[in-house]
């Protein structure tokens, strides 16, 4: 009967339309089944035996194309209504499709965290080969992602703070950094109290309600003693502002990690293009290697716009803020493959501010990212930014961490600056040809994977783990337990 109601579907009939119908003719069947078995459940019942051997009768094939219409719910309804069915609605690749359907993020990210962030530290490697995959259940991921709760998504950052929901596609707030909240001379407490405050006020959030993922920005270099302690007083605070506001469980990571794993990597070295300070940060299995070294470039998007600025008055551009400035650079700068030989080229682009006019760049337009490759053109004494991730790559290998010769060989750029078009495959290219020869094979540049949000991704993708906020996240209670623990020691 159903493979007859198919056949004189109309041939007119969109493909969305036919499968609607299969759809609709098999959940009926199905709950003909169910209510056969339930009424009469003897073998002898010619009800079940009849429903029953009409849905067994189906190919596997068809069987698969229509329990994806039907939806996660249903399929797993069908597993106990035919148990032929069982092991084939537990298929892999069918829960992998509810995923990436029902779920808001790529397929791509939502293999890669389950795979290897479900459990937390140590990370495992990524694996050379298909055949190394570690197995993962996705009909459980997909039970265990149904149940979780919405977490809160804090990108700290350097310049902005990104912020909102876990189950939204993008963060929907920003605003100045926690840095920001307060002068210098106010504690680090009271400025990240009022901060973390004003995020759940405008995002009307109960902060006992949900864990929060938050990013630390990258600052406090130096594998000293005395950095050591500025970088656990700041995540102390962190922990102790939201733990004082009730937070149920917290997940403090650094805002390189986070980028990293947005680019759906555990090993390499991060580039953040920060609002002061350019930091070039290596990071093995998820873990920042502070004593390779993390290297420092004075030159940040601050340097960047102002720069910009300069060439503008030069040329007797007059605009009313340094908003506008930025969104020039936005939105009209590059950076050339060929410095020497874009100088010769016709440049010129305009772009429309709102209530400005027009504005017409030219060389300006890839002269303010060059400063990166060459600081000396905006007076700065510094090294450039390829030369500080060839040390960094340097340093990565003389350190002999591990047997992959390979894990510091994937360059990943974050921060808003380092979205500028050309950025990614020019530092690539200055790497290949200043690096050894021997190390220089299988160096990539990565561009910034989600744009300047790439570190709130990055968040969004641990708030959305199936384990979470378990393993990757401390409670109030075990942070209390610790620091009683080493108040007593």
């Known amino acids: 009967m159903i493979f007859r109601k198919l056949q004189v579907a109309s041939p007119h009939s969109s493909d969305s339309e036919t499968q609607t119908m299969m759809a609709t003719l098999f959940r009926k069947l199905c709950v003909c089944s169910e209510t056969a078995s339930y009424n009469n459940p003897r073998p002898s019942s010619e009800a079940a035996a009849s429903s029953g051997s009409l849905l067994e009768s189906l190919p596997n094939e068809i069987v698969m194309q229509i329990?994806?219409?039907?939806?996660?719910?249903?399929?797993?309804?069908?597993?106990?209504?035919?148990?032929?069915?069982?092991?084939?609605?537990?298929?892999?690749e069918l829960w992998a499709h509810f995923l990436e359907v029902h779920h808001p993020q790529p397929w791509d990210s939502v293999l890669f965290s389950e795979t290897f962030l479900a459990s937390a530290y140590p990370l495992l490697p990524l694996p050379t080969s298909v055949a190394e995959m570690p197995s993962v259940s996705f009909k459980q991921v997909y039970g265990q992602r149904a149940r979780l709760p919405c977490s809160v998504i804090i990108d700290g950052g350097s310049g902005y703070c990104k912020y909102g929901w876990s189950t939204l596609p993008c963060p929907s707030w920003r605003s100045a950094t926690f840095l920001e909240f307060g002068n210098v001379e106010t504690p680090i407490y009271t400025r990240l109290r009022h901060f973390f405050w004003t995020i759940y006020s405008r995002m009307k959030a109960k902060p006992s309600s949900q864990p929060v993922v938050v990013s630390i920005p990258i600052c406090h270099y130096d594998d000293t003693e005395s950095a050591k302690a500025s970088r656990r007083q700041l995540k102390e605070a962190i922990y102790t502002a939201l733990f004082d506001m009730n937070v149920p469980a917290v997940c403090a990571l650094n805002q390189a990690v986070l980028a990293l794993f947005a680019a759906k990597q555990t090993s390499g070295i991060v580039v953040n293009i920060g609002f002061q300070v350019t930091s070039v940060v290596p990071i093995l299995n998820g873990k920042v290697m502070r004593k390779v070294g993390v290297e420092v470039v004075g030159l940040g998007a601050l340097k960047l716009t102002g720069f910009l600025r300069e060439q503008m008055q030069q040329n007797n551009m007059s605009f009313e803020s340094m908003y506008t400035v930025r969104m020039l650079k936005e939105k009209l700068c590059y950076v050339a493959i060929d410095y020497e030989a874009e100088l010769s080229k016709d440049t010129?682009?305009?772009?429309?501010?709102?209530?400005?006019?027009?504005?017409?760049?030219?060389?300006?337009?890839?002269?303010?990212?060059?400063?990166l490759f060459q600081p000396r053109l905006a007076g700065v004494r510094a090294m450039g930014l390829h030369q500080a991730v060839a040390l960094c790559i340097d340093h990565c290998h003389s350190a002999e961490l591990t047997a992959d010769t390979n894990w510091f060989k994937t360059v990943v750029l974050c921060g808003g600056s380092a979205c500028l078009?050309?950025?990614?495959?020019?530092?690539?290219?200055?790497?290949?040809?200043?690096?050894?020869?021997?190390?220089?094979?299988?160096i990539t540049v990565i561009p910034p994977p989600y744009g300047a949000d790439s570190a709130w991704f990055g968040a969004k993708?641990?708030?959305?783990?199936?384990?979470?906020?378990?393993?990757?996240?401390?409670?109030?209670k075990q942070f209390r337990q610790k620091h009683k623990t080493n108040r007593i020691w």
């Open 421 to 442: 078009p050309g950025l990614a495959e020019r530092l690539e290219k200055e790497l290949h040809a200043l690096v050894d020869p021997n190390l220089s094979d299988r």
């Open 348 to 371: 010129q682009a305009s772009f429309e501010a709102a209530g400005e006019g027009w504005f017409i760049l030219k060389k300006e337009r890839f002269q303010t990212g060059e400063i």
């Open 67 to 92: 329990v994806r219409l039907l939806g996660p719910k249903q399929a797993a309804q069908l597993s106990v209504v035919n148990r032929k069915w069982r092991s084939l609605i537990s298929d892999n």
């Open 461 to 476: 993708m641990i708030g959305n783990l199936s384990t979470f906020p378990g393993p990757w996240c401390i409670t109030k």
